[in-house]
């Protein structure tokens, strides 16, 4: 049986491996048509609330579950093999995630394939979780990050931030357009691909990143992840992170991560 962590919610097991499954709160064919995701276990810092707000305001909210880890696990022919659970909307994405996940598998090419076959089963199996009859109008997705990042000469651990960001397209990243820096820690920021939310944010002071929409085009800027799959169907996409503890570093942005799920909240009804 599967453990269930919010009130209201129920479990939808993934049919090829039922070890994996979906807790779900809310309705995917509500009249408020935004989908919440949580893809990682491992960062759940604000996902008690959105729960509690799906139930109050409608839409549904989505989270990935197996072991209580970051990344998923699959059983395929008695091996076990890793993806990052938002690195497999899309083929070129989810191979380069298996081989980056499993480097002992690399060369074991029909492991890898089938492997890449079970991710995309999974990828679909959240992606009709997600969106009921049709599509949902913006794809919420929840994130936690690790306090500051490798290499920032202040003993960060992590790998997203806004100053980091802000240094990427500095340096001609080409999977970003624009940056803004609000007054908020750089572990607390937006990564959205619509530009009025980004110009949203932007005036009201929040951390925010715009995606370049040539990610949907571009093969050397497909991650696999759900804001480049979201681009290439023209979604409107909105990642929510904050820091979170990581191995005794940092803190739990609690606080600041339910300000930015309101907020949000506050954009999608009033349908901007």
């Not at 938002?86 to 394939?113: C, D, E, Q, W, Y």
């Not at 970003?176 to 990564?191: C, P, Q, R, V």
């Not at 759900?226 to 904050?242: C, D, H, P």
């Amino acid at each position: 049986m599967h453990t269930l962590l919010f009130a209201l919610s129920s479990a939808l097991t993934f049919p090829q491996q039922p070890n994996l499954y979906l807790e779900i709160v809310g309705d995917n064919n509500s009249s408020k048509d935004w989908a919440f995701f949580a893809p990682h276990e491992t960062e759940f810092v604000a996902n008690n609330y959105v729960a509690k707000q799906i139930v109050e305001k409608g839409g549904v909210f989505v989270v990935l579950r197996q072991e209580g880890k970051r990344h998923v696990t699959f059983d395929i022919d008695n091996q076990k093999v890793s993806i990052d659970p938002n690195r497999m909307f899309t083929k070129v994405g989810r191979l380069a995630s298996l081989k980056k996940s499993n480097p002992k598998h690399r060369s074991n090419t029909s492991l890898i394939n089938k492997a890449e076959k079970r991710a995309e089963a999974l990828s679909q199996f959240v992606l009709k979780a997600l969106s009921g009859e049709k599509p949902p109008s913006t794809i919420v997705a929840m994130h936690n990050n690790s306090n500051g990042y490798k290499g920032d000469g202040k003993n960060g651990i992590g790998n997203v931030s806004i100053i980091r960001y802000k240094a990427k397209l500095a340096s001609g990243a080409q999977y970003l357009i624009d940056t803004a820096s609000g007054t908020d820690d750089e572990d607390d920021l937006y990564f959205v691909t619509d530009k009025n939310d980004f110009n949203d944010m932007k005036q009201n002071g929040w951390n925010a990143v715009l995606q370049n929409p040539n990610v949907a085009t571009d093969p050397n800027e497909d991650d696999g992840s759900l804001s480049v799959y979201s681009e290439m169907k023209g979604y409107r996409y909105i990642n929510v992170e904050a820091e979170r503890v990581t191995h005794g570093f940092g803190e739990d942005h609690l606080s600041k991560q339910i300000e930015m799920v309101d907020y949000t909240f506050s954009l999608l009804e009033k349908g901007l």
